[in-house]
């Protein structure tokens, strides 16, 4: 990247989900909106119509945050379409927000936003149960940034259409530099990369200082620091909590209340293990998948593209960003399909298992131009143990969609994004 200064900052750029957020404010009285701070939540209901012309109230606003915990009611004085923002700040809103839809369903809609996931609050599922709809906003796709609309596949694969040479892109996008420089919207701005390792830098500092303060005592902010890098060269892995505690010399009780404030926050994931038991799939470890590839590169101190290139996490990092235009695709199909990875006792994985129903998509990730036949092996296991999967794919950096065997497929990432 040459050393430049930022463009100008860029107008509004559409997101998949805002035609289901409009969908489902026609007709439920409350919407939940989470998602990392600067995914960009605030800009989406700032520029979509109709949410553009309801009322906007930030929390983070101290004038605000204190009539909200006083006189919650007055905040919507006089209007009925309601747009309330950072509201994890003062759960005592939600009685409010709840009082108000039960007086009159068919006349309140309100919106609520948070970078804290909502949906792992108890007071969230007591005060809004049966009223909300969920959403989580991720960071922006490469389609998303480009102006594009949400690509048709995963819903073709899932009706049992399969890939066609016609489908092959038009062009190769290697996905280093993406990855690397991230895909938190303030990002767009930015070419040089002493700017982007500058706003990554703040993100970090203002996370741990401000967001994680407001959010539960954390005993030492250089702990949970390394924690966050242990947990970085570890993306795509499975969760070895003892392993972290040994490596960082933190407890395993600290350490587990760090990783849910870390999920809690929306930064990472933590993907279940597939199983046909449901009980089996909350006993084993999870993997652990960041929910922006660029803050992983940051935190693993990758600060060139070249060195992510040669580094040994650099599979893993690919399969983050894999994973946040999977799981954006995922959230626009109803019902939102469930993600897994698969893995057996004797070590052989699948990356994600994609579950709709009871339809299976397995997908592998690997970091190449040129994947090989003998590299689909664990999809055809799984396929052979799972008859109900309707393909199977291999997700690569290349610029080729070719058959690997029987209903199994090479695909480029940029197919998906």
């Not at 996370?207 to 005592?217: A, I, K, N, P, T």
């Not at 090989?372 to 610029?399: C, Q, R, W």
Request: some cysteine; aromatic content about 10%.
């Amino acid at each position: 990247m040459n050393d430049n200064h930022s463009k100008p900052e860029s107008y509004y750029k559409p997101r998949w989900i805002a035609p289901l957020l409009r969908e489902s404010a026609a007709d439920h009285p409350v919407l939940v909106i989470t998602g990392a701070r600067q995914v960009g939540k605030s800009t989406l209901l700032q520029n979509e119509s109709p949410f553009s012309e309801w009322r906007y109230l930030s929390l983070d606003d101290f004038d605000v945050l204190a009539q909200a915990k006083k006189e919650p009611f007055s905040l919507w004085a006089g209007v009925d379409r309601i747009i309330l923002d950072e509201v994890q700040k003062a759960p005592n809103i939600l009685d409010a927000v709840k009082v108000a839809v039960d007086s009159s369903p068919e006349k309140y809609r309100f919106i609520l936003t948070g970078s804290a996931n909502l949906l792992v609050s108890s007071k969230v599922s007591e005060s809004l149960a049966g009223r909300a709809v969920y959403f989580s906003l991720n960071p922006m796709t490469c389609g998303e940034q480009n102006g594009r609309s949400a690509p048709d596949w995963l819903r073709w694969l899932f009706a049992g259409q399969s890939f066609r040479e016609a489908d092959t892109p038009s062009e190769r996008i290697d996905p280093l530099p993406l990855m690397w420089k991230g895909f938190m919207p303030a990002l767009l701005r930015y070419e040089a990369s002493s700017s982007i390792i500058r706003w990554w830098e703040g993100y970090v500092t203002t996370y741990l200082e401000r967001d994680l303060r407001q959010l539960s005592q954390v005993d030492s902010l250089p702990d949970f620091k390394r924690l966050m890098t242990a947990l970085a060269l570890r993306c795509g892995q499975i969760l070895n909590q003892s392993e972290v505690s040994r490596d960082t010399g933190i407890s395993q009780p600290t350490i587990h209340r760090y990783i849910n404030l870390l999920e809690t926050t929306c930064l990472i994931q933590r993907l279940p293990a597939f199983a046909v038991n449901r009980t089996k799939r909350l006993i084993k470890s999870p993997k652990i998948i960041w929910t922006d590839p660029g803050l992983v590169c940051f935190l693993d101190g990758h600060y060139t593209v070249p060195s992510v290139q040669s580094a040994r996490e650099a599979g893993g990092i690919f399969e983050s960003m894999v994973f946040l235009h999977l799981d954006s695709l995922c959230q626009l199909m109803l019902p939102r399909p469930r993600i897994y990875y698969w893995r057996t006792s004797t070590g052989k994985e699948v990356d994600f298992v994609l579950e709709w129903g009871r339809k299976l998509l397995p997908v592998e990730v690997k970091l190449t131009n040129q994947p090989k036949y003998s590299e689909a092996e664990h999809l055809k296991l799984f396929m052979s143990e799972y008859p109900e999967s309707v393909m199977g794919l291999l997700i690569h950096t290349g610029d080729q969609i070719s058959q690997l065997g029987e209903r199994i497929y090479a695909v480029p990432w940029v197919l998906f994004r």
